[in-house]
């Protein structure tokens, strides 16, 4: 996965609530297990005419003015079915952050075991972000993993992260790449395993 540390870019506006999975990615489309060209099919029934196939001009995505790396939802985002494709379509398609003031436990889990960061802001915070790219969609949204921020124009709020996932998105790794990133570390916990059984053995003739 790639490297999430500072991510600067301005942002895509869908204040939607309650968007779940199925509106992510609709269910017929789930037949791969490759996580690649999920991203055509992202909103799939909102991006298109669902009886003529042609772009929907209403909708953000299909919106020229409005583009970049962060998608800023409205509340509860990410809830209904389990599906993990929902993330793989939203990093194919190309977002990297997605801004909530809520998502939905097991979506937010999906995403960052995909590389895809779940920032959840204040409804307060969330409006001024929605209004600003509205009126300017030239506005940067800037997020420090690192530090765990956001900030928009002159408002920053900070944000809740898991300590392994910070890891996990700051170096590029999911669980496997973790695991050998550990290997020497785990090495030498199985050595000085081994040897304080040996000593106990020892120790008991």
Known sequence: MQKLVIIKSTAVPLPAENIDTDQIIPARFLKSIDRKGFGENLFRDWRFNIHTGEPNPDFVLNN???EGEILVAGNNFG???SREHAAWALTDYGFKVIV???FADIFKGNALNNGLLPVKVSEGFLKEILDGINENPAHEIAIDVELQSISFKD???TFELDSYKKICLLNGYDDIDFLISRKEAIKKFE???L????TNEQQLF
Not at 195 to 198: A, G, I, R, S
Request: with cysteine; net charge positive.
């Open 155 to 157: 408002t920053t709020e």
């Open 79 to 81: 809830c209904g079915s």
């Open 64 to 66: 020229p003015k409005f």
């Open 100 to 102: 909530s003031s809520y």
């Open 195 to 198: 040897k304080t059984q040996k």
């Open 191 to 193: 050595l000085a395993t």
